[in-house]
Protein backbone atom coordinates (compact mmCIF):
# COMPACT_ATOMS: atom_id res chain seq x y z
CA UNK A 1 0.00 0.00 0.00
CA UNK A 2 1.22 3.53 -0.67
CA UNK A 3 0.37 6.50 1.31
CA UNK A 4 -0.21 9.69 -0.45
CA UNK A 5 -0.27 13.05 1.59
CA UNK A 6 -0.92 16.74 -0.16
CA UNK A 7 -0.02 19.94 0.99
CA UNK A 8 0.51 23.46 0.45
CA UNK A 9 -3.11 24.76 -1.06
CA UNK A 10 -4.32 27.58 -0.07
CA UNK A 11 -6.15 31.23 -0.95
CA UNK A 12 -3.92 33.43 -3.81
CA UNK A 13 -4.82 36.07 -5.98
CA UNK A 14 -4.63 36.11 -9.80
CA UNK A 15 -1.50 35.72 -10.92
CA UNK A 16 0.23 34.51 -7.83
CA UNK A 17 2.15 31.07 -7.45
CA UNK A 18 2.08 28.06 -5.30
CA UNK A 19 3.77 24.92 -4.80
CA UNK A 20 1.93 21.50 -3.42
CA UNK A 21 3.97 18.83 -2.47
CA UNK A 22 2.66 15.13 -2.00
CA UNK A 23 4.22 12.98 -0.03
CA UNK A 24 4.68 9.13 -0.21
CA UNK A 25 5.22 6.52 1.98
CA UNK A 26 4.69 2.94 2.89
CA UNK A 27 5.57 0.77 -0.70
CA UNK A 28 7.31 3.46 -2.35
CA UNK A 29 9.66 0.68 -4.24
CA UNK A 30 6.51 -0.43 -6.10
CA UNK A 31 5.68 2.97 -7.75
CA UNK A 32 6.43 4.07 -11.05
CA UNK A 33 4.95 7.00 -11.88
CA UNK A 34 2.81 9.90 -9.99
CA UNK A 35 0.96 12.55 -10.98
CA UNK A 36 -1.77 15.66 -10.09
CA UNK A 37 -4.91 15.92 -10.88
CA UNK A 38 -7.43 19.15 -10.29
CA UNK A 39 -11.33 18.74 -10.13
CA UNK A 40 -13.07 22.03 -10.15
CA UNK A 41 -16.64 21.91 -8.67
CA UNK A 42 -19.14 20.39 -11.43
CA UNK A 43 -16.25 18.90 -13.25
CA UNK A 44 -14.74 15.66 -13.69
CA UNK A 45 -11.60 15.35 -12.72
CA UNK A 46 -8.83 15.93 -14.95
CA UNK A 47 -4.86 15.29 -15.45
CA UNK A 48 -2.45 18.13 -14.43
CA UNK A 49 1.09 16.42 -14.84
CA UNK A 50 2.61 13.35 -14.54
CA UNK A 51 6.07 12.66 -13.81
CA UNK A 52 8.06 9.09 -13.87
CA UNK A 53 10.44 7.31 -11.70
CA UNK A 54 13.19 8.16 -14.49
CA UNK A 55 12.17 11.79 -14.57
CA UNK A 56 10.11 11.88 -17.77
CA UNK A 57 7.43 14.34 -17.20
CA UNK A 58 4.33 14.81 -19.16
CA UNK A 59 1.75 17.87 -18.91
CA UNK A 60 -1.93 18.97 -20.09
CA UNK A 61 -1.53 21.09 -22.73
CA UNK A 62 -3.48 24.02 -21.59
CA UNK A 63 -0.98 24.08 -18.42
CA UNK A 64 1.99 23.08 -19.80
CA UNK A 65 4.61 26.40 -19.56
CA UNK A 66 2.72 27.59 -16.40
CA UNK A 67 2.83 24.47 -14.18
CA UNK A 68 6.32 22.36 -13.17
CA UNK A 69 6.22 18.99 -11.93
CA UNK A 70 9.10 17.58 -10.21
CA UNK A 71 10.19 15.35 -7.92
CA UNK A 72 12.73 14.44 -4.75
CA UNK A 73 13.26 10.94 -4.68
CA UNK A 74 15.57 11.49 -1.29
CA UNK A 75 12.68 12.53 0.28
CA UNK A 76 9.66 10.89 -1.34
CA UNK A 77 7.96 13.61 -2.23
CA UNK A 78 6.65 15.14 -5.98
CA UNK A 79 6.16 18.95 -6.25
CA UNK A 80 3.82 20.84 -8.79
CA UNK A 81 5.24 24.73 -9.01
CA UNK A 82 2.03 26.60 -10.00
CA UNK A 83 2.76 30.14 -11.68
CA UNK A 84 0.53 32.76 -13.12
CA UNK A 85 -2.29 31.22 -11.23
CA UNK A 86 -5.99 32.20 -12.83
CA UNK A 87 -9.37 31.66 -11.23
CA UNK A 88 -9.89 28.87 -13.53
CA UNK A 89 -7.43 27.29 -12.11
CA UNK A 90 -9.76 26.82 -8.54
CA UNK A 91 -9.84 23.23 -7.84
CA UNK A 92 -9.31 20.49 -5.73
CA UNK A 93 -5.76 19.45 -6.71
CA UNK A 94 -5.09 15.41 -5.99
CA UNK A 95 -1.81 13.57 -5.76
CA UNK A 96 -1.80 10.08 -7.42
CA UNK A 97 0.88 7.12 -7.46
CA UNK A 98 0.76 4.35 -10.04
CA UNK A 99 2.43 1.09 -8.97
CA UNK A 100 3.81 -2.32 -10.22
CA UNK A 101 0.88 -4.72 -10.17
CA UNK A 102 -1.89 -2.35 -10.73
CA UNK A 103 -2.26 -0.58 -7.75
CA UNK A 104 -3.45 3.26 -7.71
CA UNK A 105 -3.34 5.43 -5.02
CA UNK A 106 -4.95 8.74 -4.12
CA UNK A 107 -4.15 11.01 -1.45
CA UNK A 108 -6.85 13.61 0.23
CA UNK A 109 -6.25 16.40 -1.99
CA UNK A 110 -5.93 20.07 -1.30
CA UNK A 111 -7.93 22.91 -2.08
CA UNK A 112 -6.42 25.62 -4.39
CA UNK A 113 -8.08 29.01 -4.57
CA UNK A 114 -7.58 31.66 -7.10
CA UNK A 115 -9.11 34.37 -5.93
CA UNK A 116 -8.81 38.56 -5.79
Known amino acids: QVQLVESGGGLVQPGGSLRLSCLASGTIFSIYAMGWYRQAPGKQRELVASITSSGYSNYADSLRGRFTISRDNAKNTVYLQMNRLQPEDTAVYYC??????????WGQGTQVTVSS
Open 96 to 105: KANARGGGNF
